[in-house]
């Protein structure tokens, strides 16, 4: 249940929301031109990353505007919200790590949970 | 000692000036007011409550809390009320209470299903995956493995109780109402933060209620007198709530948490107030969460440790210091840490002869060991517990040393009614667990406790790995201002309450021992892991051996934590055990993940208000009231409710339909259209934009004209429809399907402000603003200039695809003139406030032409008849207007949403699914919608090659036939050709495949 801040209305519950799939993906103009392939990766094609993702979203039961996201995908951290046709702000390249600490592909399942002598409150070496 | 032998003469918290009186099963029994359903059968002697899910063993009670994982019962009077599965350890007794054994027949003495028992070597873990396959396969034995199992039956009837959920913010959520969450919530509340603190059982105190209170004073003061001067200060706070009989079962991204309060569950239903909901649901969004959600004694596991009568040691003091029952008259008490002994001795002095203190051990406290032996109690160090015996309770125990030197393996038995068993604490992390917080195994205590947390939480006391209670009340304090602090606020230092030097100990060192042995062989030993599931030492083994080696995959091939527990007690023992046959750590195994919720939540208080009525919105039209007054059965269309057909007196529907549609193309039919969705579009660059929305060019629409308008996705495919009228150069009306409004308004609103923000364009939903009615019929311009002052509706003067302004007694109405049956037709929008009177004034004026409301139905089989689609019905989001032969429709300049993809290879391949007409061979046989095209006479074997299905399907009166649109493969191609439909019980029925305009064929012939 994330707590999103609208761009225009401030924080409120992702009751309110609706997601619109990635941002930044501009409608090509010139689809007459274009190739099939490269219409397809327009219909078709999403990066879906662990990690940050440019989100579209709307503040569906709100005040309707559509704005944009940057989520970290593996820890639902939010880290930007911003409005339409604002540029993607410059993130931190320091991001917080997976709760498990797993590497970025994978499920961090079973022996990944266990904790590395000397991580802070873990066992000491 | 009498049938009440088991109550205490003095203590515990319950009312002993009151007795109430509960049954269960076709017994009654006395209880007091603060009795649980367990304290109170235990007080009456009663441990065997149930019988475990696969085995049918007897199953007593193990615990005192929401840990418990075998006691459970039926709760209820009523089919209506009858709450499966619940703890006898949570639910609270009041007047009248009636509970129910389950899982057994016919009786919980005597149950046929304990003959899984017998057969138990057959079935080990896995058993059905072996078994129940090849011929005939796991289907057919589904549904018998399906009526064998499970717990408990769902009510029968539907649940008259209320609900509701309650959304609250906070500043620190304090979890756990213990020594540790109550210094918590003081702490931050004291320093003025907004406080919740939610406690699972009907009291605060926690484990300072299962305290002797004569052993443990806090600041001189009994703990329950303490408890009760730290709630008063709390309540008298205005910002702190707190909730009792409240369990946060779900923590969630963004420090949301759910709070699932049981409000009323123990009162008596006659005595429930009028108002007052059964349960609550608090959507909590907090800044800061102390956990403090305490511990969990986990069982040890030895040769038949699942008799009734045997008990976790720590919830017998529970039992004797908050209930005032002590369970056992003769008891053992086996214990691997030094919290059994604390048990023990607590038991000697209320009086139960404890007969032997068993220890794992071969080091134990001294003061123990002393006290002990002042009391007479033998003491077996180093020892294990190879059995024991007793039917429906345990009788006794047999122990011998753990470590065999020379002959003396013979095993000393011992009597008993009751075996407290203590094989140490785990700190309660399932809520940490579920915020995302690491876990770290702490080999002190042998247990996991919370490592590096992830959200806006932290833990104290026993649910961070901190037993002793001076600890607890530091640990509480140390959080609470924590949270406080991380919440904005300034919290000052706390006193920590004084407790006397023994309540300083927690649980000392533990030997933990996977399994204890036995003089039995290793194969022939059954030790339960999971009391509720039925999981062996052995069962888990099997699963290692059969290369589930994982705990993920252990779990799912033995069910061992799954349940209604959810392996509370058991899953510590299950990785524990896992590891040793893996010889590994438990750290290196890890665990398995905890999820949301904690424990069952009823739906019930998950849907809250949301039922029946409440839903969802259901609108209804201005002129709903005279539909309803009229015979009208109705159907959901979106949110709305559509009058689908009109009924007589005596009238069947099908009749009512045919009636209907003869109406409106013979005399004047009149349709409630006034669900379509309705956008008013408006700005200098609206005609740019429609142009852009639709595929058909707009740019040249003069004011005053419509147009049909196609929307696509970008995908190419057909996504909503409708008439749009231009009434100025800057200003149009758009109409849109019942269904698809919402859907519409929002994708234009997207292009709007996502993709063409240059566009100055401005939409508003009008919907609701207009009712429309909508006359159909040779006659009906002749009414429509009846009712409309001034206005000539002939249709050589109003032309088609046209509106005029209007008015209708003074009242302002625009008049579209379109059609949706093919059939001469008028729509009159009038504003909603005036939608009933003007439909009264269309049944009074058109009286003399024979008016006949039509209804939804008659509408789909009228535009069916005329070859029109309804989207949705002839498209599924996979049609393109090319299939459905619009290829009219798509402009051949300029882009459009979803342009590109009409030329994609997939769009333009020959054999897409068409739309196509199929008539019957036989006029009266009308085809069942959704009913496959093939294109044989007789279906191959499977599978059968399919051509496409039949979309819509009625009888048409005007043509006296059946008549049905069908999306066929290379259809429009295959027009003349004969195909076959297949039916559900008979032979593929013979049809042939025609354009899709019924009338416009009949006429031709009839030309």
Same mark, same amino acid.
């Given at each position: 249940?994330?707590?999103?801040?609208?761009?225009?209305?401030?924080?409120?519950?992702?009751a309110?929301?609706?997601?619109?799939?990635?941002?930044?993906?501009?409608?090509?103009?010139?689809?007459?031109?274009?190739p099939?392939s490269?219409?397809?990766?327009?219909?078709?094609?999403?990066?879906?990353?662990?990690?940050?993702?440019?989100?579209?979203?709307?503040?569906?039961?709100?005040?309707?505007?559509?704005?944009?996201?940057?989520?970290?995908?593996?820890?639902?951290?939010?880290?930007?919200?911003?409005?339409?046709?604002?540029?993607?702000?410059?993130?931190?390249?320091?991001?917080?790590?997976?709760?498990?600490?797993?590497?970025?592909?994978?499920?961090?399942?079973?022996?990944?949970?266990?904790?590395?002598?000397?991580?802070?409150?873990?066992?000491?070496? | 000692?009498?049938?009440?032998?088991?109550?205490?003469?003095?203590?515990g918290?319950?009312?002993?000036?009151?007795?109430?009186?509960?049954?269960?099963?076709?017994q009654?029994?006395?209880?007091?007011?603060?009795?649980?359903?367990?304290?109170?059968?235990?007080?009456?002697?009663?441990?065997?409550?149930?019988?475990?899910?696969?085995?049918?063993?007897?199953?007593?009670?193990?615990?005192?809390?929401?840990?418990?994982?075998?006691?459970?019962?039926?709760?209820?009077?009523?089919?209506?009320?009858?709450?499966?599965?619940?703890?006898?350890?949570?639910?609270?007794?009041?007047?009248?209470?009636?509970?129910?054994?389950?899982?057994?027949?016919?009786?919980?003495?005597?149950?046929?299903?304990?003959?899984?028992?017998?057969?138990?070597?057959?079935?080990?873990?896995?058993?059905?995956?072996?078994?129940?396959?090849?011929?005939?396969?796991?289907?057919?034995?589904?549904p018998?493995?399906?009526?064998?199992?499970?717990?408990?039956?769902?009510?029968?009837?539907?649940?008259?109780?209320?609900?509701?959920?309650?959304?609250?913010?906070?500043?620190?959520?304090?979890?756990?109402?213990?020594?540790?969450?109550?210094m918590?919530?003081?702490?931050?509340?004291?320093?003025?933060?907004?406080?919740?603190?939610?406690?699972?059982?009907?009291?605060?105190?926690?484990?300072?209620?299962?305290?002797?209170?004569?052993m443990?004073?806090?600041?001189?003061?009994?703990?329950?007198?303490?408890?009760?001067?730290?709630?008063?200060?709390?309540?008298?706070?205005?910002?702190?709530?707190?909730?009792?009989r409240?369990?946060?079962?779900?923590?969630?991204?963004?420090?949301?948490?759910?709070v699932?309060?049981?409000?009323?569950?123990h009162?008596?239903?006659?005595?429930?107030?009028?108002?007052?909901?059964?349960?609550?649901?608090?959507?909590?969004?907090?800044?800061?969460?102390?956990?403090?959600?305490?511990?969990?004694?986990?069982?040890?596991?030895?040769?038949?440790?699942?008799?009734p009568?045997?008990?976790?040691?720590?919830?017998?003091r529970?039992?004797?210091?908050?209930y005032?029952?002590?369970?056992?008259?003769?008891?053992?008490?086996a214990?691997?840490?030094?919290?059994?002994?604390?048990?023990?001795?607590?038991?000697?002095?209320?009086?139960?002869?404890?007969?032997?203190?068993?220890?794992l051990?071969?080091?134990?406290?001294?003061?123990?060991?002393?006290?002990?032996?002042?009391?007479?109690?033998?003491?077996?160090?180093?020892?294990?517990?190879?059995?024991?015996?007793?039917?429906?309770?345990?009788?006794?125990?047999?122990?011998?040393?753990?470590?065999?030197?020379?002959?003396?393996?013979?095993?000393?038995?011992?009597e008993?009614?009751?075996?407290?068993?203590?094989?140490?604490?785990?700190?309660n992390?399932?809520?940490?667990?579920q915020?995302?917080?690491?876990?770290?195994?702490?080999?002190?205590?042998?247990?996991?406790?919370?490592?590096?947390?992830?959200?806006?939480?932290?833990?104290?006391?026993?649910?961070?790995?901190?037993?002793?209670?001076?600890?607890?009340?530091?640990?509480?304090?140390?959080?609470?201002?924590?949270?406080?602090?991380?919440?904005?606020?300034?919290?000052?230092p706390?006193?920590?309450?004084?407790?006397?030097?023994?309540?300083?100990?927690?649980?000392?060192?533990?030997?933990?021992?996977?399994?204890?042995?036995?003089?039995?062989?290793?194969?022939?030993?059954?030790?339960?892991?999971?009391?509720?599931?039925?999981?062996?030492?052995?069962?888990?083994?099997?699963?290692?051996?059969?290369?589930?080696?994982?705990?993920?995959?252990?779990?799912?091939?033995?069910?061992?934590?799954?349940?209604?527990?959810?392996?509370?007690?058991?899953?510590?023992?299950?990785?524990?055990?896992?590891?040793s046959?893996?010889?590994e750590?438990?750290?290196?195994?890890?665990?398995?993940?905890?999820?949301?919720?904690?424990k069952?939540?009823?739906?019930?208080?998950?849907?809250?208000?949301?039922?029946?009525?409440?839903?969802?919105?259901?609108?209804?039209?201005?002129?709903?009231?005279?539909?309803?007054?009229?015979?009208?059965?109705?159907?959901p269309?979106?949110?709305?409710?559509?009058?689908r057909?009109?009924?007589?007196?005596?009238?069947?529907?099908?009749?009512a339909?045919?009636?209907?549609?003869?109406?409106?193309?013979?005399?004047?039919?009149?349709?409630?259209?006034?669900?379509?969705?309705?956008?008013?579009?408006?700005?200098?660059?609206?005609?740019?934009?429609?142009?852009?929305?639709? /595929?058909?060019?707009?740019?040249?629409?003069?004011?005053? =004209? %419509?147009? #049909? !308008? &196609?929307? +696509?996705?970008?995908?190419g *495919?057909?996504?909503?429809?409708?008439?749009?009228?231009?009434?100025?150069?800057?200003?149009?009306?758009?109409?849109?399907?019942?269904?698809?409004?919402?859907?519409?308004?929002?994708?234009?609103?997207?292009y709007?402000?996502?993709?063409?923000?240059?566009?100055?364009?401005?939409?508003?939903?009008?919907?609701?603003?207009?009712?429309?009615?909508?006359?159909?019929?040779?006659?009906?311009?002749?009414?429509?200039?009846?009712?409309?002052?001034?206005?000539?509706?002939?249709?050589?003067?109003?032309?088609?695809?046209?509106?005029?302004?209007?008015?209708?007694?003074?009242?302002?109405?625009?008049?579209?003139?379109?059609?949706? /049956?093919?059939?001469?037709?008028?729509?009159?929008?009038? =504003? %909603?406030? #005036? !939608? &009933?009177? +003007?439909?009264?004034?269309? *049944?009074?004026?058109?009286?003399?032409?024979?008016?006949?409301?039509?209804?939804?139905?008659?509408?789909h089989?009228?535009?069916?008849e005329?070859g029109?689609?309804?989207?949705?019905?002839?498209?599924?989001?996979?049609?393109?207007?090319?299939?459905?032969?619009?290829?009219?429709?798509?402009?051949?300049?300029?882009?459009?949403?979803?342009?590109?993809s009409?030329?994609?290879?997939?769009?333009?391949r020959?054999?897409?699914?068409?739309?196509?007409?199929?008539?019957?061979?036989?006029p009266?046989?009308?085809?069942?919608?959704?009913?496959?095209?093939?294109?044989?006479?007789?279906?191959?074997?499977?599978?059968?090659?399919?051509?496409?299905?039949?979309a819509?399907?009625?009888?048409?009166?005007?043509?006296?036939?059946?008549i049905?649109?069908?999306?066929?493969?290379?259809?429009?191609?295959?027009?003349?050709?004969?195909?076959?439909?297949?039916?559900?019980?008979?032979a593929?029925?013979a049809?042939?495949?025609?354009?899709?305009?019924?009338?416009?064929?009949?006429?031709?012939?009839?030309?």
């Open positions: 249940m994330f707590l999103i801040r609208c761009p225009w209305c401030g924080e409120r519950d992702i309110e929301f609706a997601h619109g799939g990635e941002a930044h993906i501009a409608r090509p103009e010139d689809s007459e031109e274009l099939d490269e219409w397809a990766g327009y219909l078709f094609l999403r990066t879906n990353p662990k990690g940050v993702i440019a989100e579209r979203w709307n503040h569906q039961a709100g005040c309707r505007r559509w704005f944009n996201m940057l989520r970290n995908t593996a820890t639902d951290d939010i880290l930007a919200v911003y409005k339409v046709g604002e540029p993607r702000p410059e993130v931190s390249a320091n991001l917080p790590a997976t709760p498990s600490g797993e590497a970025a592909i994978g499920s961090g399942n079973d022996a990944a949970k266990v904790m590395a002598p000397g991580e802070r409150g873990g066992p000491v070496a | 000692m009498s049938k009440h032998g088991y109550r205490l003469p003095r203590g918290l319950i009312d002993r000036t009151r007795t109430l009186r509960f049954s269960f099963g076709r009654t029994f006395d209880a007091h007011p603060g009795d649980t359903l367990a304290s109170a059968l235990l007080a009456n002697g009663e441990h065997m409550v149930a019988r475990s899910f696969k085995y049918h063993r007897p199953r007593g009670i193990l615990s005192a809390g929401s840990e418990e994982p075998a006691a459970l019962v039926e709760i209820g009077a009523d089919r209506a009320r009858s709450d499966p599965n619940t703890r006898v350890t949570e639910q609270e007794i009041f007047e009248g209470l009636k509970a129910r054994p389950q899982n057994c027949w016919p009786t919980l003495g005597f149950d046929i299903g304990a003959l899984n028992d017998v057969i138990a070597p057959f079935i080990p873990a896995g058993f059905y995956y072996k078994t129940f396959k090849g011929w005939p396969g796991w289907m057919a034995f589904e018998l493995v399906r009526r064998a199992a499970g717990l408990g039956r769902a009510p029968a009837l539907p649940d008259p109780d209320r609900y509701e959920a309650v959304n609250r913010h906070c500043d620190v959520l304090v979890i756990g109402g213990g020594p540790a969450g109550m918590a919530a003081l702490a931050a509340g004291r320093a003025g933060a907004r406080v919740m603190l939610c406690e699972e059982t009907a009291a605060l105190g926690g484990t300072l209620l299962s305290r002797d209170p004569e443990l004073s806090v600041d001189g003061k009994a703990p329950a007198e303490w408890v009760a001067a730290i709630r008063a200060e709390l309540e008298s706070m205005p910002d702190v709530a707190i909730l009792t409240a369990t946060a079962f779900g923590y969630y991204s963004h420090n949301f948490v759910g699932w309060e049981r409000v009323s569950d009162l008596s239903p006659a005595t429930v107030p009028q108002r007052m909901p059964r349960q609550r649901l608090w959507r909590v969004r907090a800044k800061e969460v102390v956990l403090a959600a305490g511990s969990i004694e986990r069982p040890l596991v030895f040769h038949e440790n699942d008799r009568g045997i008990m976790l040691a720590g919830s017998v529970t039992y004797m210091h908050r005032g029952v002590l369970p056992g008259r003769r008891i053992v008490v214990t691997n840490n030094d919290s059994g002994w604390d048990a023990a001795l607590d038991m000697a002095r209320a009086g139960g002869e404890v007969a032997a203190v068993i220890d051990r071969s080091e134990m406290a001294p003061t123990h060991l002393t006290e002990a032996a002042r009391r007479g109690i033998a003491i077996y160090g180093n020892a294990t517990i190879v059995g024991t015996e007793g039917r429906n309770r345990i009788s006794r125990v047999a122990v011998r040393p753990l470590t065999r030197r020379g002959g003396s393996s013979r095993p000393v038995e011992i008993c009614d009751l075996l407290a068993v203590a094989g140490g604490w785990a700190p992390v399932a809520l940490f667990a915020s995302r917080g690491k876990l770290r195994y702490d080999e002190q205590i042998e247990a996991f406790r919370p490592g590096r947390s992830w959200q806006h939480e932290r833990s104290a006391g026993a649910a961070n790995g901190f037993f002793g209670m001076a600890e607890c009340f530091a640990e509480g304090a140390r959080a609470g201002a924590d949270a406080a602090r991380a919440a904005g606020l300034d919290p000052k706390l006193a920590i309450p004084t407790v006397p030097a023994s309540g300083q100990i927690g649980q000392g060192p533990i030997r933990v021992i996977p399994e204890l042995p036995s003089n039995r062989p290793k194969h022939k030993i059954r030790a339960f892991i999971d009391l509720q599931d039925d999981v062996t030492t052995k069962d888990l083994g099997l699963a290692v051996k059969e290369g589930y080696r994982s705990v993920e995959h252990a779990k799912r091939y033995t069910t061992s934590g799954m349940g209604t527990d959810q392996g509370k007690v058991a899953n510590l023992n299950a990785f524990g055990f896992l590891a046959v893996r010889g750590a438990i750290p290196a195994i890890g665990t398995t993940t905890f999820r949301q919720p904690y069952p939540v009823t739906f019930a208080a998950l849907a809250g208000q949301h039922v029946g009525d409440l839903f969802a919105p259901r609108r209804t039209t201005a002129m709903h009231d005279w539909h309803r007054a009229h015979g009208a059965v109705f159907e269309v979106g949110d709305w409710l559509r009058a057909a009109y009924l007589k007196e005596g009238e069947s529907f099908h009749a339909v045919q009636r209907e549609a003869r109406a409106a193309r013979a005399t004047i039919g009149v349709l409630d259209a006034s669900t379509l969705g309705k956008v008013d579009v408006r700005g200098p660059d609206a005609r740019e934009f429609l142009n852009r929305v639709y /595929t058909n060019a707009w740019l040249k629409l003069a004011p005053g =004209k %419509a147009r #049909y !308008g &196609l929307m +696509l996705g970008e995908d *495919m057909v996504m909503d429809d409708g008439v749009t009228a231009c009434l100025a150069d800057d200003h149009f009306h758009m109409t849109t399907t019942t269904g698809g409004a919402a859907r519409v308004l929002g994708k234009l609103e997207d709007l402000q996502t993709e063409w923000p240059d566009l100055k364009v401005y939409l508003t939903s009008v919907t609701e603003e207009w009712a429309v009615v909508s006359l159909c019929g040779p006659e009906c311009h002749k009414l429509v200039s009846d009712l409309c002052d001034g206005l000539d509706a002939d249709p050589e003067k109003f032309p088609f695809m046209t509106l005029r302004d209007a008015h209708v007694g003074g009242v302002p109405v625009r008049v579209f003139r379109i059609s949706f /049956t093919g059939e001469l037709s008028y729509e009159i929008n009038i =504003k %909603a406030s #005036y !939608g &009933l009177w +003007l439909w009264q004034q269309v *049944m009074e004026k058109g009286a003399q032409y024979g008016v006949t409301p039509y209804g939804t139905e008659a509408m089989l009228l535009r069916a005329k029109f689609i309804i989207v949705g019905q002839e498209t599924d989001g996979t049609v393109n207007p090319l299939d459905l032969g619009l290829i009219g429709m798509v402009k051949m300049k300029g882009d459009f949403i979803g342009r590109r009409l030329f994609r290879p997939d769009s333009m020959d054999d897409r699914r068409e739309l196509v007409g199929l008539l019957t061979s036989d009266n046989m009308v085809l069942m919608e959704g009913a496959q095209v093939i294109g044989g006479e007789a279906e191959s074997e499977p599978p059968v090659p399919m051509l496409g299905w039949v819509s399907s009625y009888f048409s009166p005007n043509l006296g036939r059946s049905a649109m069908a999306l066929v493969k290379g259809g429009r191609k295959r027009t003349g050709e004969q195909l076959w439909v297949s039916r559900r019980d008979g593929p029925v049809v042939m495949v025609t354009a899709t305009d019924f009338l416009a064929a009949r006429e031709k012939a009839d030309g």
